[in-house]
């Protein structure tokens, strides 16, 4: 029986502003959630639907946060543990369902390389729940038990489809973003969706599916998989693998005089960190750098490169004892979609994992910025969407890729299109630029032309014309790809510029600047695609053993 780890108070927030919600929920669960404490210091976030004062936010304590870094232990763990205990391990698994979403806002299936690989995306979740004894302990909080959990952390693991790369990207958890439409398999209560919510609400709309569908919907890019760990399970893990190598630069104590802080005190240099102290790792704000939430997902990379580094060079089949803990600690610690719901599958995904060299492991945090209306919470930049790209792409990010062909791949369609005169297309003119007034008429043109071959659904859009630098054709679910693709073929429109997109409500042609005259369509040579990852997305080495966290002098003893 694994002793029991003393409660840690956490004050430790990355923005101390409120959020949105329903001032009736608990502080913990509900709309707008902040998870944190109503009894104790901190700097947690408004239950409300306006602005607590400043002063009764600091009063409160931020829910225990930590990395789901401790999940890819499981992942690449359960290789070595092999079958121990099948039928034993196998009960231990708890699964749910992979994706709560409507189907409209799901990605498009992962395309086959030519070799006909195909590349993974797990996502990995921090929950917070409180919905035990233990997890209620080591999340300080007396109010909240067995509340709506939140996915404070989540990382999405990407496996490049010849399994020779894996990049890893952490999203801050005060992000605004689109949560879509999600209904909880168990109760059928549907949540609505919800334009600028934070991600880690997502969590407690129906389960994990709902958090999978919430990254679906911002980076269009497909999950195979889910992992969740909470917080027993991450203390647990850290046991199990009997600490991992962790560093700073000098003497650090995360605590202030007004209770904010992990509680982390190390000695400069290199120590071994597990359980609680792991924990107290994983969740540090204030002590590293510039105090901030950033500086707290480059030491929860740290540590999950350490970790990696840690498994492969002491996880072998020689040590039974040693793997039997961890596969125990492993399937009682995490809940997975149904797809990984065995050990048999686990395994198998371990496996495929194992081939990718430490090396060739890429870490980075999702770049952001501060909200211009809401300066405590962060939204995706551009450079985020370049790296979602180079995702859905399969681009390593450590840059040792070879140049990938200039022509795109076909893409994989699920359905079948319409017969030509049942097809509806809206026609929208976007022809002007930022020097030219739009071409007129360009909508009823092109109606005309998409008629007089056989379309007859096509309409003409009658409001103001808008600027589109290249023509496209956007569609808002997979059942009507088949039927964007078809008008792109009708008109020799480039597969690659049919888009999906949830801001169109049907199959939307967008006549653009590239296409003023005419009815011939002539598609603009292609430009090359710059394929680094952003300076902004902090990218890590896997394999790097120097990393050691800086610490705030103000924290140093």
């Not at 999940?71 to 034993?88: F, Q, W």
């Not at 969706?193 to 980076?219: F, H, I, Q, Y």
């Not at 395994?347 to 910025?369: F, G, S």
């Not at 300066?375 to 450590?398: M, Q, S, W």
Request: proline fraction near 4%; include cysteine.
């Amino acid at each position: 029986m694994r002793a029991e780890v003393p409660a840690v108070e956490d004050a430790e927030t990355a923005f101390p502003a409120p959020r949105d919600g329903d001032a009736s929920q608990s502080e913990h669960g509900g709309k707008g959630s902040g998870g944190g404490d109503q009894d104790g210091t901190g700097d947690g976030d408004s239950g409300g639907g306006g602005r607590r004062p400043a002063d009764r936010r600091r009063r409160r304590r931020r829910a225990l946060r930590w990395s789901a870094s401790v999940l890819a232990l499981v992942i690449l763990g359960t290789a070595g543990a092999g079958y121990l205990y099948y039928r034993h391990l196998n009960a231990n698994i708890k699964s749910a369902d992979l994706n709560l979403g409507d189907a409209k806002d799901r990605a498009a299936q992962t395309r086959a390389n030519s070799a006909g690989q195909t590349a993974l995306n797990i996502l990995l979740i921090g929950s917070d729940a409180r919905d035990s004894t233990e997890n209620q302990k080591l999340g300080g909080a007396r109010d909240t038990f067995d509340g709506p959990p939140l996915a404070d952390v989540q990382m999405l693991l990407h496996v490049s489809a010849d399994r020779t790369n894996m990049s890893v990207v952490s999203m801050p958890r005060d992000t605004l973003l689109s949560i879509p439409k999600c209904t909880d398999p168990e109760s059928g209560k549907v949540y609505g969706a919800s334009d600028r919510a934070m991600t880690n609400e997502s969590l407690g709309r129906g389960g994990p599916g709902c958090t999978v569908a919430t990254w679906e919907k911002l980076t269009d890019i497909h999950i195979d998989h889910f992992m969740m760990i909470d917080f027993a399970g991450v203390v647990s893990m850290a046991d199990a693998i009997g600490g991992v190598p962790v560093c700073v630069d000098a003497n650090v104590h995360s605590h202030t005089s007004t209770g904010k802080g992990s509680g982390l005190k190390l000695e400069e240099g290199t120590t071994a960190v597990k359980g609680e102290q792991a924990l107290q790792w994983l969740r540090t704000r204030y002590g590293f750098e510039d105090d901030t939430d950033l500086a707290r997902a480059k030491a929860q990379h740290m540590y999950m490169n350490s970790m990696v580094r840690q498994l492969r060079s002491e996880a072998k089949l020689t040590k039974p004892n040693s793997l039997r803990k961890l596969a125990e600690a492993a399937t009682k610690a995490i809940t997975v979609d149904d797809g990984l719901g065995s050990i048999t599958k686990m395994y198998d995904l371990a496996t495929e994992l194992q081939k990718v060299p430490t090396e060739r492991i890429t870490m980075t945090t999702m770049p952001n910025r501060y909200d211009t209306y809401d300066t405590g919470r962060v939204v995706p930049t551009e450079d985020a969407d370049k790296l979602f790209r180079l995702v859905r792409e399969d681009i390593a990010l450590d840059g040792k890729d070879k140049k990938k062909p200039t022509a795109s791949p076909a893409p994989t369609v699920t359905d079948v299109a319409a017969d030509d005169g049942k097809i509806a297309v809206q026609v929208h003119n976007g022809t002007r630029t930022d020097t030219l007034a739009p071409a007129g008429g360009r909508a009823t043109a092109v109606t005309e032309l998409l008629q007089e071959k056989g379309l007859t659904g096509a309409l003409a859009d009658t409001s103001a014309a808008t600027s589109e630098e290249t023509t496209v054709i956007r569609y808002p679910s997979a059942d009507l790809q088949a039927d964007a693709l078809r008008v792109a073929t009708v008109l020799g429109i480039p597969a690659d510029q049919v888009k999906k997109s949830t801001d169109v409500s049907g199959v939307t042609l967008f006549v653009g600047a590239d296409w003023r005259s005419g009815d011939t369509y002539k598609a603009p040579e292609k430009k090359e695609e710059d394929d680094t990852t952003p300076e902004s997305a902090q990218a890590m080495n896997g394999a790097d053993e120097s990393q050691c966290m800086h610490v705030d002098p103000a924290y140093s003893w």
